[in-house]
Each structure stands twice: as C-alpha cells, then as structure tokens.
C-alpha cells in the first residue's frame, strides 16, 4: 500500500460508519466504481497539474459520485479518490479534530492524488482562511465562488472535446513500413482534441479579476 500523506497510516475501517463522512471500504471493491471514477478525472494537463473532476459538483466546489446507481449514496469524489490512491480509512465524525482530505492546491475539484494530505478539520479551516489572504492568484479568491469555478472548468473542458478519450493504437510495424492513413487521421484529430481541451482548461482556470480602474474583466 502506497504510504500515507504525512506518514500517517490508514483507519482499520468499521463494518458500519456512525457518524461523518461515508463509509466507502465497501465501494472501494467494486471495479466499476473506480472506472465510473476515473473516467470523470481529467488529467490531461500532467502530473504536477491539477486534475478537475467532470461529474456531478457540490455546492461547496466538491465532485460528487453516486454509488449504486440512482437513490444511492453519494461519495465526495476526493476522499474516494484518496482511498482508491492510499487505502480504504474509517469515516470520522464532523468534529473540530476530524482528519479530512486537505487540497494543498486550493483547487476544491481536483483529483490529482499528489495534491491532497491528512489534516485535521480545525487545520483544513485555518489553512482554508490563511491561504485565501495570499493574493488574486489562488483559486480560493476566484470571484465566481467554489462552485462555479468548478463548473466553469468542466463545462469548458467537455465541451472542447469528449472524455474519456483515449490516445489511437497501432499495431506494430515492419522497419519501414508506413502507418495506415485511417490510423495517422484519427491520430491526428485526436491530437487536435487534447489541445483543444488543454486551452479550454487553461483558460478557465485563470482567474476572473475585475479592474475598476479599467472598468472591464479580464483574465489574470
């Protein structure tokens, strides 16, 4: 098992969650809940980057998954994520020393596993207030608020292009042996999708910042 945030080693997980967050031990062994999962996380924009979640979002910024098709529970799409990259965790209850799934990226949507740790509930809060008083740069003084910067980033990535969208295969070639041309043109288009989709989630990640000097909004 991949080593915890922090070095903080995972809960045992209880047969029944009492309070707080959703008990997931269960979902986490079901294989079409990690594809229904994945297939919402794009991840296009690389390693380092942040990746946005392109399901259901949360009134708090937060993606949101239904498990067990209608009238199911309801997952938040991080701490699903988190278990399915380091381990099923015992739910804790909604107190001030909770541990919760922190984004060290600000970006409340994203799926990237490198961008999450361990905090307690009371920390998440401080660090939440803190990191806001940074400046224009962080996602946290976007004017649109959590939830539509949330919905503005996936909205513009699938409508740049379809997702998932998985990269055209080949079978392998003689020395000297040309790719077909059906091949080489859904190569092509599909290149030209990624890029599509890579400017779309740039340009809505940027941050709306009004200019009362200027009287117009521009891009920061």
């Given at each position: 098992m991949t080593e915890l945030p922090l070095g903080l080693p995972a809960h045992d997980p209880p047969a029944q969650a009492t309070s707080g967050e959703l008990d997931l031990s269960a979902w986490?062994?079901?294989?079409?809940?990690?594809?229904?999962?994945?297939?919402?996380?794009y991840d296009e924009?690389?390693?380092?980057?942040?990746?946005?979640?392109?399901?259901?979002?949360s009134s708090s910024g937060?993606?949101?998954?239904?498990?067990?098709?209608r009238g199911g529970p309801v997952a938040k799409a991080h701490r699903l994520g988190f278990q399915i990259a380091?381990?099923?965790?015992?739910?804790t209850?909604?107190?001030?020393?909770?541990l919760v799934v922190m984004h060290t990226c600000d970006e409340h949507s994203c799926q990237n596993p490198a961008h999450w740790?361990?905090?307690?509930?009371?920390?998440?809060?401080?660090?939440?207030?803190?990191?806001?008083?940074?400046?224009?740069?962080?996602?946290?003084?976007d004017p649109r608020g959590r939830q539509a910067r949330a919905m503005a980033i996936r909205d513009a990535v699938k409508a740049a292009g379809p997702w998932p969208d998985e990269q055209p295969s080949a079978t392998a070639?003689?020395?000297g042996e040309a790719y077909p041309e059906e091949y080489v043109d859904a190569f092509d288009?599909?290149?030209?999708?990624?890029?599509?989709?890579?400017?779309?989630y740039r340009e809505a990640i940027a941050l709306p910042i009004w200019q009362e000097e200027a009287g117009q909004l521009r891009l920061f």
């Open positions: 986490l062994r079901d294989d079409s809940v990690r594809a229904r999962y994945y297939a919402r996380v924009p690389g390693p380092r980057a942040c990746w946005p979640w392109l399901g259901a979002i937060h993606g949101e998954l239904q498990l067990g098709g380091y381990g099923p965790l015992a739910p209850p909604p107190a001030r020393f909770a740790q361990w905090a307690t509930s009371g920390d998440n809060t401080r660090d939440y207030y803190q990191r806001g008083k940074l400046g224009v740069a962080s996602p946290l003084n070639l003689r020395p288009q599909w290149k030209h999708r990624k890029a599509a989709r890579l400017a779309a």
